[in-house]
């Protein structure tokens, strides 16, 4: 006794779509609506947009970004260009037009996201619905011709009465975790059969999933903000800014080293106030931030500070802090820190050292240099080195290098998007999970009278499913041997010799005619 199994590649030539899956959604409407739908529904738009936002990822990754906060202020910003001005020459200020610096900021940005959105979340809403169906409502009649042209087909003979072959093929598949749903006919008794019918929401769910990561980058790029170049000097304080109501102030600051003369440690002692209030208090570490109302505080750098007194002529101390050396030059020579004056529109002073490990012959110990630039001038006003403790006056101003102060560089950020991209990443795993180890398998089914007992047919759909044809084979097999088969039946592939797809079962002779 034999059984036959034939499969085909896919494209049968049954016509139309068995599920609807493949096919459109009627949307009501005018033309334009339609067309909008159509537009956002479509896999070339979806794909297109995310080249889109990867292309514009990358354009932010290779670009200098403006750091957080300063293209509001036009003064800082077309310093920072002038800055930037000997790596991009020309193209300095056309991709600053572009707002090709702040990227992640810019409307390319949030229009390709908010485009990208709607198409993902178009495409969900076009499939979910017949999923459901598909799940809850599955087609469960096939017509005749289906059991002829499906892609995975059998038919086999078994001697036993229609009724008693149907008990026998639910048993069967229900043995193998197949749901089934019965439909009677008057060409014989139907069967569906499907396994994992959740499986192809997964689609849905790594859908959405991107939705909700896209939400999380937008809401960090429209109403967060990082600043990683967060500067205190010990025994000074900052302003957090950007509507936060947060200063903070650094009380101490502590550095250990190797053997090798590498940092081990560095870490903060920092104060948090809110409205003037102290509302927290912490030794910030690397990997030990501190955190409040969603801002975090992260250990980054550290540096020499001058502190710096600048009078007028009446005596009036118009500034006095620590100017943190944040910069370099470009040759690495010297360290640079820069202030504003208050009350002096455009007066910028910067403040001058050797850097550590060089040494300076204009510069020596105990002392500093100072350029003083005004806005609108090419040439700096004056250019002088000043001695620790001893004022001096430059252009009308007195300026008085107290002391060093060690400064701690911090990264600020408020990340409002980050629980958002977290929940997005473990539903796309999901998703993706659900979707590849998971498919929806189905079978359809029809047992039928026939001389000598009954004819049952087998076929399903499962074209991109190669995993599926073994268990397929299988389930055959299985019925076929529940019912005590006498005989197969072949359905021909048009224009494929029987003999080249014969399955046999165990114990039957191998040849070419299979009786």
């Not at 005004?374 to 107290?402: C, D, K, M, R």
């Not at 359809?444 to 087998?458: Q, T, Y």
């Amino acid at each position: 006794m034999s059984q036959i199994v034939r499969t085909r590649p896919a494209g049968s030539p049954t016509g139309g779509s068995l599920d609807g899956l493949d096919s459109g959604v009627s949307v009501s409407g005018t033309a334009l609506l339609n067309r909008l739908w159509r537009f956002f529904i479509s896999m070339r738009t979806g794909l297109v947009l995310i080249l889109a936002l990867g292309l514009m990822s990358l354009v932010g990754t290779l670009l200098e970004q403006t750091p957080a906060g300063m293209s509001t202020d036009p003064a800082t910003y077309a310093s920072w260009l002038a800055s930037v001005h000997p790596k991009y020459g020309g193209w300095t200020p056309v991709l600053s037009a572009l707002g090709l610096f702040a990227v992640f900021t810019s409307i390319w940005f949030k229009a390709i996201t908010v485009l990208l959105t709607t198409s993902v979340l178009a495409c969900s809403v076009n499939r979910a619905p017949r999923l459901w169906k598909l799940a809850f409502h599955p087609r469960t009649r096939m017509g005749e011709t289906f059991f002829t042209h499906a892609p995975l087909r059998a038919a086999v003979l078994v001697p036993t009465e229609p009724d008693a072959a149907s008990d026998n093929v639910r048993a069967v598949l229900r043995s193998h975790r197949f749901r089934t749903v019965t439909d009677p006919g008057e060409e014989g008794m139907n069967l569906y059969a499907d396994r994992f019918r959740w499986g192809p929401f997964g689609t849905v769910i790594a859908h959405l999933s991107f939705v909700v990561i896209l939400l999380g980058f937008f809401l960090s790029a429209t109403t967060g903000f990082k600043n990683p170049q967060f500067t205190i000097a010990v025994g000074s304080t900052a302003q957090v800014g950007h509507g936060t109501g947060l200063s903070v102030q650094a009380t101490s600051f502590s550095d250990t080293y190797y053997l090798d003369g590498s940092p081990k440690d560095y870490s903060s002692g920092l104060v948090l106030y809110k409205n003037g209030v102290p509302v927290q208090t912490q030794t910030v570490r690397v990997n030990h931030p501190m955190r409040f109302d969603g801002v975090s505080f992260y250990q980054s750098y550290f540096g020499v500070a001058a502190a710096m007194q600048v009078k007028d002529s009446a005596g009036k101390t118009l500034y006095s802090d620590a100017v943190p050396m944040t910069f370099t030059s470009n040759d690495g020579k010297h360290a640079i820190g820069q202030f504003a004056v208050p009350g002096k529109t455009g007066l910028s002073v910067y403040v001058i050292n050797a850097a550590s490990g060089q040494v300076d012959p204009n510069i020596k110990a105990g002392q500093m240099e100072l350029e003083i630039d005004q806005a609108g001038q090419s040439a700096p006003v004056a250019t002088e080195v000043v001695n620790q403790g001893t004022s001096t006056t430059i252009a009308g101003l007195s300026y008085t290098f107290q002391r060093t102060r060690p400064f701690t560089g911090l990264i600020v950020a408020h990340d409002p998007g980050a629980n958002f991209v977290w929940v997005g990443s473990a539903l796309l795993v999901i998703g993706l999970f659900l979707v590849f180890f998971f498919p929806h398998r189905r079978i359809w089914v029809r047992v039928r009278k026939a001389s000598g007992g009954s004819e049952i047919l087998f076929a399903s759909t499962m074209r991109r499913d190669t995993a599926f044809e073994p268990q397929f084979h299988q389930l055959v097999t299985d019925i076929q041997l529940a019912g005590t088969p006498s005989s197969t039946t072949d359905i021909p592939l048009a224009g494929t010799p029987p003999s080249t797809t014969d399955i046999q079962l165990a114990g039957t002779p191998s040849s070419t005619t299979q009786k």
